[in-house]
């Protein structure tokens, strides 16, 4: 089945500094890219979509300047935390739509701890 | 009022029980229906998908979707410890949109 590979998968930063999360589609293209957030004993809240070539769309509340996100190529996104502080600290989630059947497939999350 | 509804449990069986997993919704433009399985600190992992109201069977789960009341199950029978997660319903209306999940289920299966 279709793979997406998202690294790292944990990270511990300082506050202030910036940190970048990868996702890469394996064995198919991903035009689209879906990046979520998670805390702890909750769901997966859509922060925002990127697709390849055009700028992404930030879901309401989500500070595009904060969160930078590039969808270069087809197969690689990646998701920028810059100038982090502990309240950025959450489980990271990306996911693209698989071209063969409606499943999505999700990266196996990033853990960033923000000290 | 969440778009979807899920109880978030915990729900606790013995080993081969018969496990009922529950969503509703609001949004009735919604059209594909997905269970995910999620373990802890990991992503989640599709069970599940189907389109439009129906049942489809896959081993040991069973999903059934009925538009007509805005409700999705997931059923899993003899359950084994290693179903041990956290279970979530997800749905979304035509073209490739994000999901909108359910706030996940986390299951127990006691040995």
């Known amino acids: 089945g279709a793979v997406v590979s998202q690294h790292p998968s944990w990270v511990i930063c300082k506050s202030g500094t910036s940190v970048k999360i990868e996702c890469r589609s394996l064995?198919?293209?991903?035009?689209?890219m879906f990046w979520y957030r998670q805390f702890p004993k909750q769901s997966l809240m859509l922060m925002a979509t990127?697709?390849?070539?055009?700028?992404?769309?930030?879901e309401q509340g989500v500070e595009k300047d904060k969160f930078l996100i590039n969808h270069a190529s087809l197969t690689l996104s990646t998701l920028t935390v810059t100038s982090a502080h502990p309240e950025d600290s959450s489980f990271y989630i990306c996911?693209?739509?698989?071209?063969?059947?409606?499943?999505?497939?999700f990266g196996s999350g990033t853990r960033l701890t923000v000290v | 009022q969440k778009e979807v509804e899920q109880d978030p449990g915990p729900l606790s069986v013995p080993e081969g029980a018969i496990v009922s997993l529950n969503c509703t919704y609001s949004?009735?433009?919604?059209?594909?229906f997905m269970w995910y399985r999620q373990y802890s600190r990991k992503g989640p992992e599709l069970l599940m998908y189907?389109?439009?109201?129906g049942n489809k069977e896959d081993g040991r789960f069973t999903a059934q979707v009925d538009k007509s009341s805005k409700y999705i199950s997931l059923f899993i029978r003899d359950s084994q410890p290693s179903d041990s997660a956290t279970y979530l319903c997800?749905?979304?209306?035509?073209?490739?949109?994000?999901?909108?999940f359910g706030s996940g289920t986390r299951l127990q299966v006691q040995p």
């Open positions: 189907t389109y439009s109201s």
């Open positions: 996911s693209a739509p698989e071209r063969a059947n409606y499943g999505y497939t």
């Open positions: 064995d198919f293209q991903a035009t689209t």
């Open positions: 949004n009735s433009a919604f059209q594909y």
């Open positions: 990127s697709n390849e070539g055009s700028k992404a769309t930030y």
């Open positions: 997800a749905m979304s209306g035509t073209g490739r949109r994000a999901l909108t």
